[in-house]
């Protein structure tokens, strides 16, 4: 596989990631920091939708062009 077919594989599983911590928020859970401190839900929240809309940016720059699969 080409450096870029691995970098594309990597974003796109680190989207996944992302979305599933976005569906955990959204059914209710709380994190915490190692110190027991409560994460802001809202802001890790609003801070996931912007990296996953980075991350679409990113795997649609590395993806080949229709039809060149």
Do not use: C, N, W
Not at 39 to 52: G, H, N, P, Q, Y
């Amino acid at each position: 596989m080409t450096d870029t077919g691995s970098e594309l594989d990597r974003l796109i599983d680190r989207r996944v990631t992302l979305i599933h911590r976005l569906d955990l928020i959204a059914k209710g859970a709380q994190i915490t920091y190692d110190d027991g401190t409560p994460v802001d839900m809202a802001s890790e929240k609003t801070r996931l939708e912007s990296e996953i809309a980075r991350l679409d940016r990113k795997i649609f720059a590395l993806q080949p062009p229709a039809g060149q699969a």
